[in-house]
């Protein structure tokens, strides 16, 4: 079991920054990584970001390549998201996402999907203001 926890959500103007945090506890998977995703009103959950925690390796959606920087606190079990140049028309929840749960290797696909997950934090929501 693993439990997530998402903060750092607000309001921010276009063209700001954000930093969310997820501090995590329990057992996840070894070799699989932890991500963020985010929900826009009326999308499906879509990929932000993933980190991968034994080999510090990193992978982005391309659409927040060179804005956002994944990473975690080295003296606790914390995730971040560093959001910088916020756009207006990325308001969304949030969240970060884990794995407790053995895979196979079928069901690898680079962490890059919602399915691919099986915990997940509340949310926090984001809001860019223009």
């Known amino acids: 079991q693993v439990q997530l926890v998402e903060s750092g959500g607000g309001l921010v103007q276009a063209g700001g920054s954000l930093r969310l945090s997820c501090a995590a506890s329990?057992?996840?998977?070894?070799?699989?990584?932890m991500g963020w995703f985010r929900q826009a009103p009326g999308k499906e959950r879509e990929f932000v970001a993933n980190?991968?925690?034994?080999?510090?390796?990193?992978s982005y959606a391309n659409s927040v390549k060179g804005r956002f920087t994944i990473s975690r606190a080295n003296y606790k079990n914390t995730l971040y998201l560093q959001m910088n140049s916020l756009k207006p028309e990325e308001p969304a929840v949030y969240y970060c996402?884990?794995?407790?749960?053995?895979?196979?290797?079928?069901?690898?696909?680079?962490?890059?999907?919602?399915?691919?997950?099986?915990?997940w934090g509340q949310g926090t929501q984001i809001t860019v203001s223009s």
């Open positions: 980190f991968f925690w034994a080999g510090g390796s990193t």
């Open positions: 329990g057992r996840t998977v070894s070799n699989f990584p």
């Open positions: 996402a884990a794995r407790a749960e053995p895979y196979s290797s079928g069901s690898y696909s680079g962490g890059h999907t919602p399915y691919e997950y099986d915990s």
